[in-house]
């Protein structure tokens, strides 16, 4: 196949596919962005092994050389459940809520296309289309069937970016980067109508079906290199100021705003030898400022969901730590592996709300590799493993009508992504 048809192809697939795309790792953000640096734990903001190090840094595009990466993952965030003890008397109907659910709808589509270029001896650009995260939760029974609500229970929210990026080499071994990009967002909640009194207008809360919204934002970067065997770099995106969900102005804090959270990245490389290099990145996640996440949910009842400033999810901006080994083993073979630890962004006093997005995830392997099929093509794999975290707290507390008692989120997830890259 040719080359120009190929990634055709790969373009047009990548773009069907990511509306599918749910992810929940280091709260709501994937924990890699690529095949290569998912397989270092998520390692890459001073590496430029392919097209994906270039959407964490920026600053990375100059050296990613010419190139294209089609990657296409599997994610199955199983089990995630809620379970609720201890609840009684709800709005004095003498029913209780206790219920224990695991969600189902536990398998996505994560893809990944990049494409970068040389300019000149000195600048580059790239062009990619990947998906950041989202919350998913699709409980069979209504959250609150003991009061007579039927249907199932969840939210469904899905993030693309395409990305824009010009690179430029300001001395040797020194470039910066600014990427332009253009994010999009699409959210659905169903089966929250017992929490309809509580909102500005009730019929903007749940079961409208789909809805979008859409922002434009920047991430600029720098990498350098400090010496024959030792890179650095970082980057730094703003928050991104989305549209509104107008079907969902009861919901989210602020008429419907669900923002995207700024980040900060910084990273190092060292190539050990010629075989081995090992790689540490630091990532801030500013969730807290964020109002639809990041305001408490202790206000619910206080302030009414959708006002302004009002309750969010009580998600806190975490640190994530990432490290990351890569080893030539062959001339056909490379090997990878690594560890990332978050934060837990959910608190045992935020659990009301997190039912619908228990991102409490912490601790991720990851293992990978790479297979070269000649000079300039390869193929790459990686599995990830989240391991089995839980938070438990009062729920309700503010909430003295919807009975008390204890709620327990737990998750785990698994990932498997393929990938092929190529100079061009």
């Known amino acids: 196949m040719k080359k120009s048809t190929f990634v055709k192809i790969s373009v047009l697939t990548a773009l069907g596919a990511l509306p599918l795309s749910a992810y929940a790792t280091n709260g709501m953000n994937p924990e890699g962005t690529g095949v290569t640096d998912r397989g270092m734990g998520g390692a890459g903001a001073a590496m430029a092994e392919a097209t994906s190090n270039i959407v964490i840094n ?5 050296s990613v050389g010419r190139r294209m990466d089609v990657n296409l993952g599997v994610f199955s965030p199983k089990p995630r459940s809620y379970t609720l003890t201890g609840n009684t008397n709800v709005m004095g109907s003498g029913q209780s809520l206790d219920a224990s659910q695991e969600s189902d709808s536990n398998y996505f589509l994560i893809p990944y296309f990049g494409m970068a270029s040389p300019i000149n001896a000195k600048s580059a650009w790239a062009f990619t289309i990947s998906a950041n995260g989202g919350m998913n939760t699709d409980y069979a029974k209504n959250f609150a069937a003991a009061l007579g609500y039927t249907g199932s229970t969840g939210i469904n929210l899905e993030q693309l970016f395409v990305t824009g990026t010009y690179g430029y080499k300001v001395s040797p071994g020194v470039s910066l980067g600014i990427s332009a990009i253009y994010a999009y967002q699409r959210f659905e909640a169903k089966g929250l109508q017992a929490f309809a009194p509580l909102s500005i207008d009730g019929t903007a809360l749940t079961d409208n079906g789909t809805d979008n919204a859409s922002g434009f934002g920047v991430k600029i970067g720098i990498q350098a290199k400090v010496s024959n065997s030792v890179t650095v770099g970082a980057s730094y995106q703003p928050k991104i100021k989305m549209s509104k969900f107008d079907k969902y102005k009861g919901l989210f804090a602020d008429q419907g705003e669900l923002d995207i959270a700024s ?33 408490s949910s202790s206000s619910l009842g206080i302030k009414p969901l959708g006002s302004n400033d009002g309750p969010g999810f009580g998600w806190d901006s975490i640190n994530v730590f990432k490290l990351g080994f890569q080893y030539a083993y062959s001339d056909k073979w490379t090997w990878r592996a ?48 989240s391991f089995k975290h839980s938070v438990s707290g009062q729920f309700a507390p503010n909430l003295p009508g919807f009975g008390g008692g204890t709620m327990k989120l737990e998750m785990t997830q698994n990932y498997f992504e393929i990938g092929y890259g190529t100079k061009f």
Request: no cysteine.
């Open 338 to 385: 690594g560890w990332n630890h978050g934060d837990n962004p959910i608190s045992s006093s935020e659990v009301t709300a997190n039912f619908l997005a228990p991102g409490v995830i912490t601790d991720h392997l990851t293992l990978g590799g790479t297979y070269n099929l000649d000079k300039d093509s390869q193929l790459s794999f990686n599995y990830v493993h």
């Open 263 to 295: 980040t900060a990245t910084a990273g190092i490389a060292w190539q050990a030898n010629p075989k081995l290099t090992v790689a540490f990145d630091y990532l801030y996640i500013d969730y807290k400022n964020v109002a639809a996440i990041g305001n």
């Open 58 to 62: 920026p600053g990375a595009v100059v």
